[in-house]
């Protein structure tokens, strides 16, 4: 059995199937946020700590 493989096969197969196409990025916004704040906090505290 010959299973032919091509690129737009792979593309459809790993795409989600959402109705709008930024809804995984809109779901990490607050993740990212979160982690930015503390990524801030923590270098302000290492390194400006008089």
Known sequence: MHLKI???NILESTRPRFKNRYHVIKVQ???AANLLAVIIILMYSLVFND
């Open 6 to 8: 091509t690129y737009k």
């Open 29 to 31: 916004i607050p993740t």
